[in-house]
């Protein structure tokens, strides 16, 4: 079953403006990861939060992580038309080994 | 560095027909998983691998085989194709101990007519 419930399911913005995409999931994690998917190609890693961390950076990607509220959000900052693509949340458990869930994904669509 | 390279890109099976997807990694990654994406949805795990000799099921097993004889490679084999199993496939691999990224393959796009 799937972990994280992305919101929005599609989201369409002008270059340089801001996107803010949701991630919502169900059960306890040892991480969350956001990955970005441009059509037709492979999943590409973009960011990873510890379950005890709240916030994260990277270049212009800011994470947040809400453990209480089980969510999580990323903020791409100054968008760019090449940012066109999906965007996944992924939660990796805190049992074990254990694998990614992912979530089905915000479309993001930067118009020049 | 070629990371992790998955082959074929694209297939088209017959109802019934058996094939291998193959997955090679090459950063000495411990752990290596399957998935398939299908329209609309997330990555969905079929099976994965924490080192050779070692398998397990992830949550859409049925109809697909792995075995893992080296820490390099990690195929897919499709039993007996069916129209259900069409989707694209992913290999995806990363390092033990938890919290890091994982690798992901360019993907197969599996057609089963």
């Known amino acids: 079953s799937q972990q994280g419930e992305e919101d929005p399911q599609a989201l369409s913005i002008q270059e340089g403006e801001n996107a803010t995409m949701n991630c919502s999931y169900k059960?306890?994690?040892?991480?969350l990861q956001w990955y970005r998917q441009n059509s037709g190609r492979g999943l590409v890693h973009l960011i990873l939060?510890?379950?005890?961390?709240r916030e994260k950076h990277s270049g212009r990607l800011r994470v947040t992580l809400d453990t209480s509220k089980k969510s999580s959000s990323l903020l791409i900052t100054a968008s760019r038309a090449a940012d066109t693509a999906s965007y996944f949340c992924?939660?990796?458990?805190?049992?074990?080994?254990?694998?990614?869930?992912f979530g089905k994904g915000t479309m993001l669509l930067v118009s020049p | 560095n070629a990371g992790v390279t998955q082959t074929p890109k694209f297939q088209v099976l017959k109802t019934g027909q058996s094939m291998t997807l193959q997955c090679a990694q090459d950063?000495?990654?411990?752990?290596m998983s399957w998935y398939r994406q299908d329209p609309g949805m997330g990555l969905r795990l079929i099976h994965y691998?924490?080192?050779?000799?070692?398998?397990d099921q992830g949550e859409v097993p049925n109809g697909y085989n792995v075995s893992r004889s080296t820490t390099e490679d990690f195929p897919l084999r499709l039993l007996s194709a069916a129209p259900s199993q069409t989707s694209v496939y992913f290999c995806?691999?990363?390092?033990?101990?938890?919290?890091?990224?994982?690798?992901f393959g360019s993907g197969t796009r599996l057609t089963v007519v």
């Open positions: 691998s924490v080192g050779a000799g070692i398998t």
């Open positions: 950063m000495n990654h411990e752990y």
């Open positions: 992924a939660t990796e458990g805190d049992s074990g080994y254990s694998t990614l869930t």
């Open positions: 059960t306890s994690i040892n991480n």
């Open positions: 995806a691999s990363n390092r033990q101990g938890g919290n890091y990224g994982y690798t």
């Open positions: 939060i510890r379950s005890n961390e």
